[in-house]
């Protein structure tokens, strides 16, 4: 992963900078991710019918 720190007046690290390619790579990993638990956290909840209506 290409990064670079960004740093205070103090030479301390507050901030990492990556290219914009890699950053939405990680937010499609982490959004599959999340829809991937939600899939589970009702998979075993009642599945709702047209016909109850």
Do not use: C
């Not at 007046?9 to 507050?14: N, R």
């Not at 982490?30 to 599945?47: F, Q």
């Amino acid at each position: 992963m290409n990064k670079n720190y960004v740093l205070d007046s103090d030479k301390k690290p507050i901030a990492v900078q990556i290219p914009i390619t890699e950053f939405e790579k990680i937010e499609e990993i982490l959004e599959n991710y999340g829809l991937v638990k939600l899939i589970e956290e009702v998979e075993d909840e009642e599945t709702l019918s047209i016909k109850r209506f």
